[in-house]
């Protein structure tokens, strides 16, 4: 459980990543089949879904009382997995199968939430193999692990990648330790391979401290980036303006009601413009969530089976 972490396996170019970022669920916007979603004011609501045990359908289950918008703006896939192989001596894309579950069956799993306006993006973690995203040994080795992200997020219809740097045990299996240069080359080749797409940075590990390189800080092609330590208050440290940073992280198994509510307020009074939760499960939690959205949104969850 992680109360601190989790236990499972400036520009123009930043200004229009800022404005496509704050249209995910501040106003008025459209879903991936066209349909008009409802009009929704305050900041943009996050939801990891570990589904090792829970269903993604889960997020699309809450809506606000007052004007019907989505309580959450996107859904994370946890998680597909950075491994090693061997032999080839090369990090690439990993999906247990659960996670091959849901994205092979995405015309039931992941269309429904879209079809209602809410993002869904994958989210990528080490796996105990030595491969990171802060050890490619080259330019062209970050570039082709970046090109299997996009490729993923093409071929099942996703909206974005999700970067958590833990777990990977770097040094085992012979890889590298972190270098400077590796994730500035992922995101770099992640970016030019899907501008218009999502890009979102969980705050921990040594990537999180390797943003610049060779003169390119990759802070500007990030959406989000959000605090990692659950019923907490951190401010990621990244060069994104307030509205696509969230300090606050809640847990649904592990964090309060009134910690949650705490957290949202001072997310709301300090000008912040994403909230973070994780492990929604299958029980109507809308009591629970209420205790935010009230402080977000200025009014209760509503739970639909």
Excluded: C
Aim: proline share 4%; no cysteine.
């Amino acid at each position: 459980m992680r109360t601190s972490r989790r236990s499972t396996a400036r520009t123009t170019a930043l200004a229009l990543l800022a404005a496509a970022a704050l249209a995910v669920g501040a106003t008025a916007a459209t879903s991936a089949e066209g349909a008009p979603t409802v009009k929704k004011q305050g900041p943009t609501s996050v939801a990891y879904i570990e589904v090792n045990s829970n269903s993604m359908l889960n997020v699309g289950k809450y809506t606000l009382a007052n004007g019907g918008g989505n309580v959450f703006d996107i859904a994370v896939v946890f998680a597909a997995n950075i491994n090693y192989d061997t032999a080839k001596k090369s990090a690439y894309l990993y999906f247990n199968p659960n996670v091959q579950r849901v994205l092979d069956n995405v015309a039931t799993q992941i269309r429904p939430l879209q079809a209602k306006g809410i993002k869904v993006m994958l989210s990528v973690l080490g796996n105990h193999e030595g491969a990171g995203f802060a050890n490619f040994p080259s330019k062209a080795a970050a570039s082709a692990f970046a090109e299997q992200l996009s490729d993923a997020v093409s071929t099942y219809g996703l909206d974005g990648i999700d970067f958590d740097d833990e777990y990977a045990e770097y040094g085992r299996n012979g890889t590298g330790q972190p270098n400077s240069s590796s994730f500035v080359y992922l995101v770099s080749a992640l970016r030019d391979n899907m501008p218009n797409k999502l890009i979102s940075l969980y705050n921990i590990g040594p990537s999180a401290s390797r943003l610049s390189y060779g003169g390119v800080n990759i802070s500007s092609k990030f959406n989000y980036a959000w605090n990692p330590y659950y019923g907490t208050w951190g401010v990621p440290g990244i060069a994104l303006p307030k509205a696509n940073l969230s300090p606050a992280a809640i847990d649904f198994a592990a964090t309060s009601s009134s910690t949650a509510a705490g957290l949202a307020k001072r997310t709301v009074s300090e000008g912040y413009g994403v909230y973070l939760t994780y492990n929604l499960d299958a029980a109507d939690r809308h009591t629970y969530m209420s205790a935010f959205t009230r402080q977000l949104y200025g009014t209760d969850a509503v739970y639909t089976p």
